[in-house]
């Protein structure tokens, strides 16, 4: 089996007093092993709600799983008892987020929470599991982490406590690791740092890696393929090369010239996108970018577009791929 994973058609939703708020809408990817995909998009695009629905971690309710599969070495995960699920949460599928000290138990030291895994599932000894943690934490460039073993995450520097919760999460060595903006609150020498041990333990230890991110940059140095979401939809997925050198998905354009880049020079002007995303109480019946985008057509608003192949490894949802579409080229200054 190539794929490690496999998210087909998956739809999840949030009931609010407002009525129900359609998060994700039919996001399919896969994702070899050993590779690092990035699921990229603005801010309520449905790529947490995505990554967390792969751990089941959406609390139900508010949340509602309403259809999908998610294949995970080709078990659907939607369809496990919570049991069977907790055996593989933390020790073949494990997540870092955002912001350690929401993940990091503050009344437990470092080192228990790095053993916690290793006795729960790999049932190791304590004093085998204190030797794996000590392991663990030199691997994530923890310096003299004897002293550090038996210290409180408040006792850690911010960039310390993503390393520690890297760590934990890879301490069991899982097959798919889920990074859920991992770098974001961290200054740029040390969020780098964080990409390329990240990037080095995906290698050493031939783990899959969802990188979650807004971050371009972030997914130029460390993805191999790319899925970008929008209105809780994958608009367009490719590998790297295709996404920054030919994105095909007018979303994907404004995306990437809203990103600084390093050949233009630093005065040329970032353009963010107009408009604000559709409301998922009641999303558009077409495609839900075509309230910003440039270049809408009357087919747009009346109908979803297809998701069509335009390689063997890219596919676009966008009514500009349709043969009888005006044909657009791709904004000059983003061809590579
Ligand atoms: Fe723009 Fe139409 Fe393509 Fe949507 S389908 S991105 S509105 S051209
Ligand atoms: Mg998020």
């Known amino acids: 089996?190539?794929?490690?994973?496999?998210?087909?058609?998956?739809?999840?939703?949030?009931?609010?007093?407002?009525?129900?708020?359609?998060?994700?809408?039919?996001?399919?990817?896969?994702?070899?092993?050993?590779?690092?995909?990035?699921?990229?998009?603005?801010?309520?695009?449905?790529?947490?709600?995505?990554?967390?629905?792969?751990?089941?971690?959406?609390?139900?309710?508010?949340?509602?799983?309403?259809?999908?599969?998610?294949?995970?070495?080709?078990?659907?995960?939607?369809?496990?008892?919570?049991?069977?699920?907790?055996?593989?949460?933390?020790?073949?599928?494990?997540?870092?987020?955002?912001?350690?000290?929401?993940?990091?138990?503050?009344?437990?030291?470092?080192?228990?929470?790095?053993?916690?895994?290793l006795v729960k599932h790999r049932k190791l000894g304590r004093a085998?599991?204190?030797?794996?943690?000590?392991?663990?934490?030199?691997?994530?460039?923890?310096?003299?982490p004897g002293s550090r073993i038996d210290q409180y995450p408040h006792q850690f520097s911010g960039g310390m406590r993503q390393r520690a919760m890297i760590a934990i999460a890879l301490a069991c060595a899982p097959k798919l690791l889920i990074a859920d903006e991992p770098t974001t609150a961290l200054d740029v020498t040390i969020q780098a740092q964080i990409l390329d041990l990240m990037n080095d333990l995906k290698e050493k230890m031939d783990t899959s890696i969802i990188l979650i991110t807004h971050d371009l940059g972030v997914v130029a140095e460390t993805a191999d393929r790319v899925v970008v979401m929008y209105a809780g939809k994958v608009v367009e997925t490719g590998t790297v090369e295709e996404i920054f050198n030919r994105p095909r998905h007018p979303y994907t354009w404004g995306l990437m010239g809203s990103m600084p880049r390093m050949d233009l020079s630093r005065d040329t002007e970032l353009t963010p996108i107009l408009g604000a995303p559709p409301n998922l109480l009641s999303p558009p019946k077409g495609c839900p970018f075509a309230s910003r985008c440039p270049h809408a057509m009357k087919v747009c608003k009346e109908q979803m577009p297809e998701t069509t192949d335009a390689s063997g490894t890219q596919r676009v949802a966008c009514w500009l791929e349709h043969p009888m579409a005006p044909s657009v080229e791709i904004p000059h200054d983003l061809v590579g």
Request: net charge negative; hydrophobic share 35%.
């Open 1 to 117: 089996r190539n794929n490690v994973l496999e998210v087909k058609d998956l739809h999840v939703s949030f009931h609010t007093y407002n009525g129900e708020v359609q998060a994700v809408r039919g996001v399919s990817f896969e994702e070899k092993k050993g590779e690092t995909v990035a699921v990229v998009g603005e801010s309520g695009c449905g790529k947490s709600v995505t990554s967390q629905s792969i751990m089941r971690l959406i609390p139900q309710p508010p949340g509602v799983f309403k259809h999908g599969e998610i294949l995970f070495e080709g078990n659907d995960l939607t369809k496990l008892p919570e049991k069977q699920m907790e055996g593989i949460r933390g020790k073949d599928i494990a997540m870092i987020f955002q912001d350690p000290m929401t993940s990091l138990n503050p009344t437990m030291t470092i080192g228990k929470q790095i053993m916690e895994g």
């Open 128 to 144: 085998e599991a204190k030797e794996k943690a000590l392991e663990m934490l030199r691997l994530v460039g923890i310096p003299s």
